[in-house]
């Protein structure tokens, strides 16, 4: 079994050679505790815990837990996805959707 923290030093390329999207998605249920567990069963990897590694959708749909559309990521990869998918938002952008944008310009003020 491959140490998740080892695995994430291999390139961003090594790490998605097992993607294929033209499988559709499946939604199975679950979280993403459990989706690491599916993902790092199929990768032989150990499970990664805290926020160092993260469960990346390449479909882009947070439901999916098709093992093909998952990768193990870093913070910046996850952001550089969303960004490539149109599907990023800031915390601006959090919280207009949130709360409206009169709301979100009171909770902005720091009187």
């Known amino acids: 079994?491959?140490?998740?923290?080892?695995?994430?030093?291999?390139?961003?390329f090594?790490?998605?050679?097992?993607?294929n999207l033209s499988e559709p998605c499946k939604e199975i249920g679950g979280n993403s505790t459990v989706?690491?567990?599916?993902?790092?069963?199929?990768?032989?990897t150990t499970i990664p815990?805290?926020?160092a590694v993260l469960l990346c959708h390449k479909c882009n749909n947070s439901k999916c837990s098709n093992v093909k559309h998952l990768y193990f990521?870093?913070?910046?990869?996850?952001?550089e996805d969303s960004k490539h998918a149109g599907?990023?938002?800031n915390a601006w952008d959090?919280?207009?959707?949130k709360y409206g944008y009169q709301e979100a310009c009171k909770r902005n003020s720091y009187k």
């Open 1 to 12: 079994m491959i140490n998740i923290y080892e695995y994430i030093k291999e390139t961003q």
């Open 14 to 19: 090594i790490r998605q050679l097992h993607i």
């Open 35 to 44: 989706h690491k567990g599916i993902l790092a069963t199929y990768l032989n």
């Open 49 to 51: 815990k805290g926020y």
């Open 73 to 79: 990521g870093t913070p910046k990869e996850n952001v």
């Open 87 to 89: 599907t990023w938002k």
């Open 94 to 97: 959090y919280k207009v959707a």
